[in-house]
């Protein structure tokens, strides 16, 4: 069933971001990636709304958030996202991450480490060393989408991320309307800046520098933090294939992972009660053993 969320907005740098904002209680930070918005989370969060206060943003350029003129590269996202958890005044809080929501969500998480209570992730993002340790489907892809004599034809004119890479990455048959919803925010070719940027700047063979330092350090803090953390993977998986999923189940510190089943990319498609279900019962654990505020 399909759960739609109400929106507020708030002012950063002069441009609305949208974000949903239900429940009370200890702060869960829910953050997406490409080419998506807060509409992802659409039917996990009434699961966790019960226990938590859920924060749900569009990230900037996405969803019903303004698209003011930037670049749209990875430390823009960031600026606006930092700027956006200090506007809401968040403290300890929890993020949930799925895809870029990762990298922005684990780069402010280890900036911020005395703020963070706890970190979920799904199909999230880490330094590639070379092309040949990814996914060969999702290589080729991103080769395509990183091809400077194509790839904005193909992403910006064609709009293949939405028309093509969604469905492919979820299991299911995903109704019109909530294709749709991915669709409306980007029914401009002028309007797609912001998904043909983050493809551009993957942490892939050291590339784009800055993006890649920035995942090197977030990873290794990853892989050495006490934070509480909740891991889901899905078979075959796409940024995290199923042998990857095996390496983070026995590296990753104080985590407990669950296994999805059958999923590609956009697992919150496939698996949102599932997801949701988890993620209010890791709370409520969270909440009896840190005494999470």
């Known amino acids: 069933m399909m759960h739609q969320r109400p929106m507020k907005k708030l002012e950063v740098f002069g441009s609305q971001m949208a974000y949903v904002d239900e429940g009370s209680g200890p702060a869960v930070l829910f953050l997406h990636g490409n080419p998506m918005s807060s509409y992802l989370w659409r039917n996990v969060i009434p699961h966790v709304a019960p226990h938590a206060r859920c924060i749900a943003p569009d990230l900037i350029g996405f969803g019903d958030s303004d698209k003011p003129d930037l670049a749209y590269r990875v430390p823009d996202q960031a600026r606006y996202l930092d700027q956006f958890i200090e506007i809401l005044g968040l403290g300890d809080v929890v993020l949930v991450l799925h895809d870029w929501g990762s990298a922005l969500g684990l780069d402010w998480a280890r900036r911020h480490p005395r703020r963070i209570r706890g970190l979920a992730l799904m199909e999230f993002i880490c330094p590639q060393p070379t092309w040949l340790d990814m996914n060969p489907v999702v290589a ?123 999923g590609i990319h956009y697992v919150q498609e496939d698996h949102p009660d599932l997801i949701g279900r988890e993620i209010a019962g890791w709370l409520t654990n969270l909440h009896s053993s840190a005494e999470l505020r």
């Not at 400077?148 to 910006?156: D, N, V, W």
């Not at 942490?203 to 892989?223: C, F, K, R």
């Open 140 to 262: 080729q892809h991103f080769q395509e989408f990183r091809d400077p004599a194509g790839s904005r034809k193909l992403l910006i004119d064609e709009n293949a991320f939405i028309e093509r890479i969604v469905p492919e990455n979820i299991v299911r048959q995903l109704p019109p309307e909530d294709l749709d919803a991915y669709r409306r925010p980007f029914l401009d070719p002028a309007s797609r800046e912001p998904i043909w940027r983050f493809p551009n700047d993957l942490p892939i063979a050291g590339e784009p520098v800055d993006v890649y330092t920035m995942a090197v350090a977030y990873h290794d803090w990853l892989l050495e933090t006490e934070v509480p953390k909740l891991f889901f993977w899905a078979d075959p998986g796409a940024l995290i294939p199923v042998e990857r999923a095996a390496y983070y189940q026995t590296r990753l510190k104080a985590c407990h992972s669950v296994a999805l089943g059958e």
